[in-house]
């Protein structure tokens, strides 16, 4: 075994770790904010599987996914942060209304 297959199987099983871990968030996180966090994380470790796979295979024809996976976890965190950005202004005006 060389040192070029002990690389590839570390990245395999690193990749693999983190997305397991991140899974676990995915399904425990208390709050949407938690669950965003991880799907997020979960699709930037399909983006490096993906691309370490590019790498391994000197080739590029997996990029357009990996391109459209980066514009859907860019635009997923947007729409979850102006949700959630709404949430609390709501839950601000309820506050405040209650005080007067």
């Known amino acids: 075994m060389n040192l070029v297959a002990i690389l590839h199987i570390t990245a395999g099983v690193l990749l693999g770790l983190g997305a397991i871990l991140v899974l676990y968030r995915l399904v425990r996180g208390p709050t949407i904010l ?9 699709l930037t470790t399909v983006n490096l599987v993906l691309c370490v796979e ?10 357009p996914v990996v391109l459209v996976l980066a514009g859907t976890a860019v635009f997923g965190s947007i729409v ?3 949700y959630v950005s709404r949430q609390a202004l709501g839950a601000n005006e309820e506050v405040q209304r209650g005080e007067r």
């Open 34 to 42: 938690d669950r965003m966090i991880a799907s997020d994380v979960l």
């Open 54 to 63: 590019m790498v391994i295979g000197r080739h590029t024809r997996t990029l």
């Open 80 to 82: 979850v942060a102006r």
